[in-house]
């Protein structure tokens, strides 16, 4: 299974009403997370193959969950996993998504959530998803800045990644 071209061409086929919100009453579309979210998880799984053992999961709330707690994983529910569900060696992918205008306390809650995911939960890979135009060397630069001094955030553990625009596809940055 090649999750990075799945992802690719996932993110190519969002339309704009889900890239940014029409608000009725405004003239400006907004960015929301979970719409965005929701369309990314049905992109993938009409593209996600029958003959793979890993399922997507969207939001698994692993509160109470025997082996996962402690270090940045009690009451954390990931944006996306892949997974084989009841078999912890079979945790591949975690992925969080934020628009690129998220602040930087939401952005530091998921750099320590996907650092957790890969150190303590057996997580192979984690991808940081930002979506909507702007300017990403700045939003870079932040996300450099929060890591900096800061023990529980791994950005060696992190692809960062980018959907800049409707009709693209996101791209690793």
Same mark, same amino acid.
């Given at each position: 299974?090649?999750?990075?071209?799945?992802?690719l061409n996932?993110?190519?086929?969002?339309? #704009?009403?889900?890239?940014? %919100?029409?608000?009725?009453? #405004?003239?400006?579309?907004i960015y929301?997370?979970?719409?965005?979210?929701?369309? %990314?998880? @049905?992109?993938?799984? =009409?593209?996600?193959?029958?003959?793979?053992?890993?399922?997507?999961?969207?939001?698994?709330?692993?509160?109470? @969950?025997?082996?996962?707690?402690?270090?940045?994983?009690?009451?954390?529910?990931?944006?996306?996993?892949? @997974?084989?569900?009841?078999?912890?060696?079979?945790?591949? *992918?975690?992925?969080?998504?934020?628009?690129?205008?998220?602040?930087?306390?939401?952005?530091?809650?998921?750099?320590?959530?996907?650092?957790?995911?890969?150190?303590?939960?057996?997580?192979?890979?984690?991808?940081? %998803?930002?979506?909507? #135009?702007?300017? =990403?060397?700045?939003?870079?630069? #932040?996300?450099?800045?929060?890591?900096?001094?800061?023990?529980? =955030?791994? *950005?060696?553990?992190?692809? *960062?990644?980018?959907?800049?625009?409707?009709?693209?596809?996101?791209?690793?940055?």
């Open positions: 299974m090649n999750i990075d071209q799945i992802l996932a993110t190519k086929r969002i339309k #704009q009403n889900y890239f940014q %919100l029409p608000i009725d009453g #405004q003239e400006d579309p929301r997370e979970r719409v965005y979210c929701y369309e %990314l998880y @049905h992109q993938l799984r =009409i593209s996600w193959p029958d003959e793979t053992k890993y399922e997507l999961s969207g939001e698994v709330d692993k509160s109470g @969950h025997p082996l996962i707690r402690g270090n940045n994983l009690d009451n954390v529910k990931p944006d996306l996993l892949v @997974h084989i569900p009841g078999d912890m060696r079979g945790n591949y *992918l975690v992925i969080e998504v934020k628009p690129l205008i998220a602040n930087k306390e939401g952005i530091k809650k998921d750099l320590k959530t996907l650092t957790a995911f890969r150190r303590y939960a057996g997580y192979r890979k984690a991808i940081y %998803l930002f979506y909507g #135009q702007g300017d =990403i060397q700045y939003k870079i630069n #932040q996300i450099m800045g929060l890591a900096k001094d800061e023990a529980e =955030i791994d *950005l060696s553990q992190i692809e *960062l990644w980018w959907h800049s625009e409707v009709g693209s596809s996101a791209e690793k940055i």
